[in-house]
């Protein structure tokens, strides 16, 4: 049930969101967002203690779309296959919303507050990932190796540092080959030298 609270709130992280769509976090002021969102600047406040809050609130979205492409993973077909998917999936969302992205990477730069929420978000990452793995070494499917969560830590590492280089990038920008490469890094680190080659459908399931 949507209340009159709601609705403001859904207003200044709608115009939030279209504003970063034309300038970046830094260019933007509190005032034009409570504008554009037909709310006064006090009520700004209200919601959000400064700019970096409200992107962390549009950042929720954000986890709950990564998540769904990271429950790939569990899916059907090879392991190869559903990292490999997982992966492309999230690279893709990145692509597609790469004016919010930039901006949580801006906010989380300057926001303590944005940065725990960052790390919360990808420990939660880190917990299905090295289930994969427990999953995958206790099967035979992987190689015994590094503690599970270390791994998954370091892969995280990875494609945090993937995800800013998808963002940063120039418009129009391939990245294929290097999300390729990351890929191959994560077959390659829970598989060995194999990279996941030949694993069964379902393997670790």
Do not use: C
Request: aromatic share 6%.
């Amino acid at each position: 049930m949507s209340t009159g609270g709601d609705s403001r709130r859904g207003a200044l992280l709608e115009a939030l969101d279209d504003r970063l769509r034309e300038a970046s976090l830094d260019e933007i002021n509190i005032a034009d967002i409570s504008r554009r969102a037909g709310v006064t600047r006090s009520a700004f406040y209200f919601y959000f203690e400064n700019k970096a809050a409200a992107v962390a609130a549009l950042h929720d979205e954000m986890y709950a779309e990564g998540f769904d492409a990271a429950e790939v993973l569990g899916g059907d077909g090879t392991v190869r296959d559903r990292i490999s998917s997982a992966i492309r999936a999230i690279v893709q969302g990145w692509g597609e919303r790469t004016h919010l992205h930039r901006a949580v990477l801006d906010a989380r730069a300057a926001s303590p507050a944005v940065r725990d929420q960052w790390d919360a978000f990808q420990q939660s990452y880190v917990d299905l990932v090295a289930e994969l793995v427990d999953a995958e070494r206790a099967a035979g499917s992987a190689p015994p190796g590094p503690d599970a969560r270390a791994l998954a830590t370091v892969l995280l590492d990875l494609n945090d540092r993937a995800f800013e280089r998808v963002v940063r990038a120039p418009e129009g920008a391939d990245l294929d080959e290097h999300v390729e490469a990351v890929v191959e890094v994560w077959l390659r680190s829970i598989y060995g030298s194999s990279a996941g080659e030949g694993q069964t459908e379902g393997s670790g399931s």
